[in-house]
């Protein structure tokens, strides 16, 4: 069985604050936080980092398979919520910049492909509602 | 427009490791990393924290909003994977466990099917096949 889990504790048990202390399954430590807090990402940021995080570490490792020589490679998510509750993403970019040294586009493209349709747990949690758009930037190293 | 971002940047561009330092769109940082690096939560167990973390901001709020006397809240969040790509969820669940005096539990339900069925941007955007159970438990403070 494939088990994850969250713990999430209130830290700001007066007043209005929503800062919530995290512990996770596998024993990281991290802080959720509202607009106002500001002592760590919103839950709508953190779902685009972890949807990022997903695609970025199927892409790179599927880079390195096919050899790629990356010297640095980012990932940048931007997604667009709707206006009336629920506010879901009703589009998200991910786009895979990668810099390096004869980088192949069609090996990234491939990997690109493999991790939305096939690998990536996130996108594939998503409603099919959410237009999901990624793109890529080669930057010669 | 309702915008949010967040950009990934591979920390461990040498060697196999899968580390990503991240600055969100309203500026806090956090590491994700895969199950072998350690440091920091993955992909898919950011997604748990990213439902849990909506789902207790809208609960809070919500419960503070009725004058709920609350002295400790705890959300737990579990999710099982599938066993085959893609691995997404295929169900989870999240635990509301309050303490306080007085507390009222039809006030606590109340809350819980609100964030549920209409607050929660995260659990808006994730996909019907993903069985979502909500649980609660009142400890009397």
């Known amino acids: 069985m494939n088990r994850k889990s969250a713990h999430l504790t209130l830290e700001t048990v007066e007043g209005t604050g929503q800062r919530f202390g995290v512990l996770t399954g596998s024993g990281m430590r991290m802080t959720l936080d509202d607009r106002n807090g500001q002592q760590g990402p919103t839950p709508v940021e953190t779902l685009l980092v972890a949807l990022g995080g997903c695609s970025g570490m199927d892409v ?4 390195r398979k096919k050899r790629q020589d990356i010297r640095h490679y980012e990932v940048v998510v931007t997604g667009e919520q709707r206006e009336e509750h629920p506010r879901r993403f009703q589009r998200i970019e991910i786009l ?6 004869d980088l192949s586009p069609a090996a ?22 959410i237009e999901i758009i990624s793109r890529y930037e080669i930057v010669p190293a």
């Open 96 to 101: 895979h910049r990668v810099h390096g040294a």
């Open 108 to 129: 990234l493209e491939d990997a690109i492909r493999l991790s939305d349709t096939k690998y990536c747990s996130v996108h594939a949690s998503l409603v099919p509602e």
């Open 60 to 63: 790179v490792s599927i880079l």
